[in-house]
């Protein structure tokens, strides 16, 4: 739901000179037919796309980053969106400081001859994470261990809200990717290593986009990235999918069938190439396969700065421009220089190298969107919605998801649940008091970082909040100062955060030095080690995993650290299940279910409490 401005009409009001009685205020002259709500959307996007000059179509195509682009240049340039990078902020960081952003960059819009506004994008990948104090729910590879579709549509819901609180009107999310290597690192924004578990959690489009685009705090959301981004070989980031049409057909594109049959409003195009073609260029799994086989009739936006390498050079040339437009591109995340890209976009189409038809599809699919969004009517921040970010309400949410994404691996002789009361509990590793490093990547930046970056509950903290009087709890990041004397040692380990190519891990996929030393020194006090591993994949733990009592893996949690103490303490019983299967051996990847390799852990496996206990 956007706030509702002064509607310019399309004939000019003039003042008269008023002698004797005031003359009754003319009557607001009727708004051009696209101004006028009452009128089918498709009827408004026609009348508008008549309107509409060569350089309004160019600009409504140019996406460009807040760092680099004025209300003005919106004016002069006339462009269609503007996007947040990972972690690109106002200063200060509040849903305010967004809310005035957005808004200055859409009087520039609306000032404008034909006044369209702007739609700003932004990464809501697991909460609003780019907005200080948002809810940072569980990664999705976490959300697919609940095996909660309905959960994660109410995600989605959460994260609309505070996404509209803070002013943005669309989300670079869900990621559908099908992640069949884990030693990808994009890993974790997959829910799952099937078709069919990232297609089930296509619930949270709904979540985002409402039940109708118009409707209060719907956002719209990207199915992204189109198409086989996790099928990589080797996992490589941004690399080439070398597997037939039928297994890219059957593995990596029924999540977008699935979402394109939800109505999502637009797909973002993935970097890596489909058998040495990117997919930046690839009109046929573009133009005939997304828009004519699954009838897509969203828009269809780059990844940033993409184009660029369609032909392996820095930079991108005109004939990128045209490549990747007439491949189906319909609006160009080109986040610095998006200047040369207007200027290369009209040079081709009056080359006729891009035909005027594709351009009006493109500004059709775009000025859809937006009118079904009700920018038109309502382009400005809604800031009834400021209070949800960060709300209790969601945080209690994120709890229940992170709860619900536990998956217990081990837990030998039923160490776990832990007593509450009595004795003595140790907690180490470097991940138990971080509330960075459970967020993980994407958190306040694209890269995510340690420490204490965004307000939440450690799972430290969680710890010491479940137990009850006449229990210590005493924490030491390496461990050391555990002793016999301790009932239980709790060991929260794994990795750091990280995104995108930054996390591809092309060697060991096991534990670091520092977690090993860690367990090992609270292992030799005899004490049952409990090991929580917060990490965006499965890890190489099957030379180890035979020493601890116990082994959860706790994913990548988020803000709401307290909800893998519900788990820890019996709360609530363990009910995750493996959205990926478990490697014995780095050596195995990649290793998917139904492969014919055998696992540590199958795809589905998870133990609860009172059961067998391995
Ligand atoms: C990144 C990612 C994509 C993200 C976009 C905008 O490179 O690949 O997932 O939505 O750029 O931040």
């Known amino acids: 739901m956007r706030m509702p401005r002064v509607v310019l009409t399309g004939l000019l009001l003039t003042t008269v000179a008023v002698v004797g009685p005031a003359l009754p205020t003319p009557a607001v002259a009727a708004a051009l037919p696209y101004q006028d709500p009452a009128l089918p959307v498709a009827t408004r996007v026609d009348d508008l796309l008549a309107r509409m000059t060569l350089d309004d179509k160019v600009g409504q195509m140019t996406q460009a980053e807040r ?20 972690g690109s902020a106002p200063s200060p960081n509040t849903p305010a400081a967004w809310a005035d952003m957005y808004d200055g960059f859409q009087r520039g819009a609306l000032a404008t001859p034909l006044q369209i506004p702007i739609i700003y994008g932004i990464d809501a990948v697991h909460g ?33 809200e505070e996404v509209t609180g803070a002013g943005q009107d669309w989300t670079f999310a869900p990621c559908l990717c099908v992640a069949r290597n884990d030693r990808w690192g994009r890993t974790y924004e997959s829910f799952g290593e099937t078709a069919e578990l990232p297609s089930a959690m296509t619930t949270i489009i709904d979540g985002f986009q409402g039940t109708t685009l118009d409707g209060p705090a719907s956002v719209l959301a990207t199915a992204k990235h189109y198409l086989g981004d996790g099928g990589t070989t080797g996992g490589t980031d941004q690399g080439n999918t070398q597997i037939s049409e039928a297994e890219l057909r059957a ?85 610095t220089d998006w200047k040369t890209f207007v200027s290369y976009l009209r040079s081709a189409v009056q ?71 009595g004795g003595k509990i140790f907690v180490a590793g470097k991940n138990a008091d971080d509330i960075g490093n459970q967020s993980g990547g994407w958190t306040l930046s694209w890269q995510g970082g340690s420490g204490n970056t965004v307000p939440g509950t450690s799972i430290l903290t969680g710890i010491r909040s479940a137990v009850g009087g006449g229990t210590t709890v005493t924490y030491h990041r390496d461990g050391t100062g555990i002793d016999s004397s301790y009932r239980a040692a709790i060991a929260v380990v794994g990795e750091t955060p990280y995104a995108e190519y930054s996390g591809d891990r092309t060697g060991s996929l096991g534990l670091d030095a520092a977690d090993l030393a860690t367990i090992a020194r609270l292992r030799a006090t005899g004490v049952p080690v409990i090991v929580v591993l917060v990490s965006g994949r ?70 609860t409490y009172g059961t067998a206990t391995r």
Do not use: C
């Open 538 to 607: 499965p890890l190489d733990v099957a030379a180890e995993v035979g020493n601890w009592n116990a082994l959860l893996a706790a994913w990548l949690p988020g803000s709401e650290g307290a909800g893998v103490a519900d788990v820890l303490f019996g709360d609530h019983a363990p009910t995750g299940k493996l959205p990926m299967t478990w490697m014995q051996s780095a050596a195995q990847q990649p290793i998917n279910d139904g492969d014919g390799k055998t696992p540590l852990f199958q795809y589905g496996y998870g133990l």
């Open 251 to 335: 593995i990596h594109l029924p999540p977008f069938a699935a979402a394109v049959d939800r109505g999502v409003g637009s797909v973002m195009i993935s970097y890596s190439s489909f058998n040495g073609s990117r997919l930046h260029g690839h009109k046929y799994l573009i133009t005939d396969v997304l828009k004519g086989e699954l009838g897509f009739s969203g828009f269809v936006v780059s990844d940033w700065a993409a184009i660029d390498q369609l032909d392996g050079q820095r930079g991108f040339t005109q004939a990128e421009v045209v490549t990747a437009v007439n491949a189906g591109l319909d609006m160009l995340m080109v986040p």
């Open 128 to 160: 609003n994470n780019n907005v200080y104090g948002s809810t940072i729910f569980p990664h999705n590879i976490g959300l697919g261990a609940t095996r909660d579709p309905a959960l994660v549509q109410r995600i989605g819901r959460a994260t609309a």
């Open 67 to 86: 760092k680099v682009v004025t209300a003005a240049d919106l004016t002069s340039y006339r462009l269609g969106s503007v996007l947040s990078g990972g």
């Open 351 to 421: 080359a006729g190298q891009i035909p005027m038809s594709r351009i009006d599809d493109a500004n059709r699919r775009i000025l859809t969107k937006k009118f079904e969004l009700g920018l038109f009517e309502r382009p400005y921040a809604d800031r009834s919605y400021a209070s949800t970010v960060g709300s209790a309400d969601h945080r209690a949410l994120a709890r229940q998801a992170v709860r619900q994404s536990q998956v217990l691996l081990k837990n030998a002789g039923g160490v776990l649940p832990l007593a509450k009361t």
